[in-house]
């Protein structure tokens, strides 16, 4: 069974602390993914990857950074957490067809980290 | 602007009628569009999407989905709700924005079913 494993499904933490957000997957997915979940707001990504060592900002990345040193491993980080950073965060991996970068809009979630910064 | 609207944030309906989730969109060319699932406390699940051929698409659970190009619609709909079919749904399009292609997302349509 194919998997997208977050490290942990709910975090607590106090605004300053460095947050680490870990996401794992076992499918050989080039394409990896970090968005944030709010009520109303749908989906808004964060960051992406399309191969290892390789990221790009998305709609919201103020405040994050990502690292992928290994294909199957992706990792959010919140440098200094603040209380606007509370959300849902999911982490989601595709396969990408022929050239870099390309996405088949078909996406595998990982179960999401549910971070309360107070 | 490229966009995908879900016009109705919750959507209500008795267990053993008919359901439809509506999702528009606004992309530049021709559209590959998705339906995901969010049970409660979960992560995303694909449900179905259309790409090109057969307007309707069959996905999983019993969901179908109409694409309708001249209304720009990809309404998600199921003869015949299950209470367990109680989630969020997500309509999304792929878009290519920025030199990449990315998913825009609907904000999401919260459907009750009652017994």
């Known amino acids: 069974d194919v998997k997208v494993t977050q490290s942990s499904r709910y975090l607590v933490k106090r605004t300053g602390e460095k947050v680490f957000l870990e996401c794992v997957q076992d499918m050989d997915h080039e394409n990896m993914f970090w968005y944030r979940q709010d009520p109303g707001l749908g989906l808004r990504l964060i960051y992406f990857?399309?191969?290892?060592?390789?990221?790009e900002k998305g709609d919201i990345p103020e405040g994050y950074s990502v690292s992928r040193e290994k294909k199957e491993r992706f990792s959010l980080i919140l440098e200094s957490a603040s209380t606007n950073q509370t959300s849902m965060y999911l982490c989601?991996?595709?396969?990408?067809?022929?050239?870099?970068?390309?996405?088949?809009?078909?996406?595998?979630f990982g179960e999401g980290s549910r971070l309360t910064v107070l | 602007a490229q966009s995908v609207a879900q016009p109705e944030d919750q959507v209500n309906v008795a267990e053993g009628n008919p359901l439809t989730v509506k999702c528009t969109y606004s992309?530049?060319?021709?559209?590959?569009l998705f339906w995901y699932v969010q049970y409660p406390n979960r992560g995303l699940q694909f449900l179905l999407k259309?790409?090109?051929?057969d307007n309707l698409v069959k996905g999983s659970y019993g969901f179908e989905a109409e694409f309708n190009k001249s209304q720009t619609s990809f309404h998600l709909k199921k003869p015949s709700a299950l209470v367990s079919d109680s989630a969020l749904y997500f309509c999304a399009v792929r878009a290519f924005m920025d030199s990449n292609y990315q998913l825009i997302w609907g904000a999401g349509t919260k459907l009750i079913i009652k017994p």
């Open positions: 989601a991996s595709s396969w990408a067809p022929g050239r870099a970068g390309a996405h088949t809009g078909e996406l595998f």
């Open positions: 992309v530049s060319g021709n559209p590959y």
């Open positions: 990857s399309y191969d290892v060592k390789m990221k």
């Open positions: 259309y790409i090109t051929g």
